[in-house]
């Protein structure tokens, strides 16, 4: 029961982040708004290193998992995350969130090219619907907005390409090396390096123009996403196993357009939560598969 429970609130993370960053990047340009929360993300991981004896770990690690930990950051944590909050700002939760969130789908289409994965029927049914649902939330009548926002659209696939990218990167990573050191590499070479841009972004000026709201939005969003929820997650997978955690834990995006719709009000049409429902049976199955 302990299982399915860390596995619901791995969604609702997952979710209440999406609120979080929709706050933070209001009134702030998401690639600053990304590295303030990459950096406070980064260094509660790296304390919570010091203080579970596993910084030495850390320091050792293999200059190839280095490497690939850190490109798996600078395309995910980085690109990937400051296009997820470019969604975000242009499109809403309601609709950035399950586009952003069928990238298990790129995820097996590399595994099936590059890795020599067999297509099963599984994985096909769910291919069909995932795109199903994409259709649904990229057609006209998704929004009551006159405007059709193919930047926000655009914008939130990009993300979900580049998160499937740095996920496969990072499991090659974790095959050698212990996770939670190999995911505070990440981290840290993702925040070093996008810091770095900095001076050609606009300078310490833009940084400085982020309100405190969008410091605490952004740096609690990211604490949730990506250590409470990772955490909760990895205790159901731990605990009940991938076939039942991972249907249970991919259910974000639903309780992501609840949150659209119910805190900030959101236009949309029933195209929304129909491709929504459509995208998350087909990643379960993709995933599953």
């Known amino acids: 029961m302990l299982g399915e429970v860390a596995a619901i609130l791995s969604a609702l993370c997952a979710a209440a ?40 770990s850390y320091l050792s ?8 930990a850190g490109l798996s950051g600078l395309v995910g944590m980085g690109i990937g995350d400051t296009f997820y909050f470019l969604g975000i700002r242009s499109i809403g939760v309601a609709r950035a969130v399950p586009l952003t969130f069928t990238y298990p789908l ?62 496969t990167l990072m499991a090659a990573v974790v095959k050698t090396v212990d996770p939670y050191p190999a995911t505070a590499m990440r981290m840290t070479v993702s925040a070093v390096v996008f810091t770095s841009f900095v001076p050609f972004t606009g300078g310490l000026r833009e940084m400085k123009k982020l309100s405190q709201r969008s410091w605490l939005t952004m740096s609690i969003g990211g604490v949730m996403a990506l250590i409470i929820g990772w955490i909760l997650l990895g205790y159901s997978l731990s605990d009940i196993g991938a076939a039942r955690a ?7 995006p639903l309780f992501s357009v609840a949150i659209g719709l119910l805190f900030f009000k959101e236009q949309v049409t029933w195209k929304i939560p129909a491709g929504t429902l459509l995208s998350v049976i087909g990643t379960v199955l993709v995933t599953i598969g």
């Open 17 to 56: 982040s999406s609120a979080l960053y929709r706050i933070g990047v209001k009134q702030a340009d998401p690639l600053h708004a990304n590295i303030g929360r990459i950096w406070a993300t980064t260094l509660i991981v790296l304390l919570s290193l010091l203080l579970t004896g596993q910084f030495s």
């Open 246 to 252: 991972v249907p249970l834990s991919s259910v974000s």
């Open 61 to 68: 690690m293999p200059t190839g998992a280095i490497v690939l």
């Open 106 to 167: 790129f995820t097996t289409i590399a595994a099936l090219l590059f890795l020599g994965e067999e297509l099963t029927s599984t994985v096909v049914a769910g291919t069909f619907l995932i795109l199903t649902g994409l259709w649904l939330l990229t057609s006209r009548g998704a929004s009551d907005d006159t405007k059709f926002q193919k930047k926000g659209v655009a914008a939130a696939m990009i993300a979900a390409i580049l998160w499937a990218t740095g996920i």
